[in-house]
């Protein structure tokens, strides 16, 4: 089976001044086409370095990231990225903010603005689309900046901390939403978060790491991935089993720091 990204043996050593520093050794990681996988570890080990070695933005020291049997540095694939802040310039309107990729890319096709039409339309924002982002919610904004990336209709979408700069209140709500929008637009995702609950709430696969320089640690496939949302699932009876497994491995980790 042809898997949609792979990491295989992947090394990265930072280079400074002082020397070298080792981050990430003999990271092999597979994702398949729709799948949501989370990347748990702790503070420091490199998660954020996976995504941006996936999206391109550094190059691996050795090993090899292909997306669609292609190096991530070719056309074989678009990559879309969701930060911890929303990104949305205050200045534009919340329909300039989504069409912001579009113009970035000179694609004036109707059939792409039907289709950024359509998405805020299904997910509750066109009556907002005149309004500018602070006049919004933090959790709207976020699903601002998510129908953004999708409107460019990448292959896989990078997740990095995107609900860490909201309040405890409106954070669920968000993570339902997001999470509800990545699974109805079919999106493979990749979620780095330091929340193991939001990981084995929201993901079909969690992948723990140890610390620098990263390794693979253990990887659980968590099986009710597809029964509703995340704040369902929290209730699930095997929730609070997975999460004290992954809680368990980090910790493991954390004692020999």
Known sequence: ??????????????????GETLALKDISICI?????VAI???????????????????????????????????????????????QLFPWRTIWQNVKLG???????????????????????????????????SGGMRQRVALIRTLVLQPNILLLDEPFSALDYQTRQTVVDDVSSIIRAEKKTSVLVTHDIGEAVSMADRVIVLTKRPATVKAEFVI????????????????????????WKELNEDEKTA
């Not at 949609?4 to 002082?18: A, C, F, G, P």
């Not at 050795?62 to 969701?82: A, Q, R």
């Open 223 to 246: 099986p009710f991935s597809k029964e509703g949302t995340p704040s369902k699932k929290k209730i699930n009876p095997q929730f609070n089993l997975f999460k004290d497994k992954v």
């Open 1 to 18: 089976m042809s898997h949609l990204l792979k990491l295989e043996k992947v090394m990265l050593n930072y280079h400074t001044k002082t």
């Open 40 to 86: 748990v570890g702790p503070s420091g080990c490199g998660k954020t370095t996976i995504l941006s070695l996936i999206s391109g933005i550094l190059k691996p020291s050795s090993g090899k990231i292909l997306l669609n049997d292609e190096p991530v540095n070719t056309k074989s694939g678009k990559i879309g990225y969701m930060f911890q802040h929303d």
């Open 32 to 36: 398949d086409k729709e799948e949501f």
């Open 102 to 136: 579009l113009e970035i890319q000179h694609d004036k096709s109707d059939s792409s603005k039907e289709y950024m039409y359509n998405l805020l339309e299904k997910y509750g924002l066109i009556d907002f689309k005149n309004k500018y982002p602070h006049e919004l």
